[in-house]
């Protein structure tokens, strides 16, 4: 007779060989010279919103979090701290990123932009056109998720992905604006990306 298994065991091994699998990948990024230690701390150049910036931080330190604690640009949002809402998107790279889900150590030399870094420093009373958009087709109402919106948006339009409404909420789906003002972000980012 063949050993019998039962539901409690499946699902332990089944959870026990899954979450294997699933860190694999996310390990195989990490730098295994780094200290993964809570309490130790590294050095980590950036160019932040077009400035070089050197950083000090705990190595658990979400890029999230230094954003907002340690350089103080309080701009990007923490909604849910899981990688659910959006709220916290930024740009690394010119790639779209939830920035509460990677560690800052990861991102050593990474150029990062921010929705404070939409504003010419030339001419900081003028919007980014993504941001005049928002206010021109009343694309917000509390205004938490705007940046993490605008962030994404200006994603959307660099990747090409704007040729329709749908493809535009598509890609847009990472980001969950709570008031409900979708139809309108959406018209935001087309008019945009039309210009762009």
């Keep these: 007779m063949p050993p019998q298994i039962n539901r409690r065991a499946f699902v332990g091994a089944s959870i026990t060989v899954g979450g294997a699998v ?14 993964t230690v809570a309490g130790a701390t590294v050095d980590v150049k950036l160019r932040i919103n ?6 000090t931080v705990d190595t658990t330190t979400s890029l999230l979090d230094m ?12 909604g849910c701290d899981q990688g659910a809402c959006g709220a916290c998107t930024i740009l690394v790279d010119d790639r779209r990123i939830v920035s509460c889900l990677t560690l800052a150590v990861m991102h ?11 504003t010419d420093p030339a001419e900081p009373d003028r919007l980014h056109p993504l941001q005049q958009a928002f206010i021109e087709a009343d694309a917000f109402q509390c205004g938490y998720c705007t940046p993490g919106q605008i962030m994404s948006g200006l994603g959307c339009i ?5 040729r329709s409404d749908d493809e535009i909420r598509e890609w847009m ?9 979708y139809t309108n972000i959406v018209t935001a980012v087309a008019e945009t990306a039309k210009k762009a």
Excluded: F, M, W, Y
């Design 22 to 35: 699933a860190a694999a990948p996310l390990l195989a990024g990490c730098d295994a010279e780094r200290p």
């Design 158 to 162: 660099a990747e090409g992905h704007t």
């Design 108 to 118: 050593d030399g990474a150029h990062i932009q921010t929705v404070e870094g939409l």
């Design 50 to 55: 077009g400035t070089d910036t050197d950083v």
């Design 173 to 181: 789906s990472g980001n969950i604006c709570r008031c409900g003002a």
């Design 67 to 78: 954003l907002r604690e340690r350089v103080g640009l309080t701009g990007t949002k923490k």
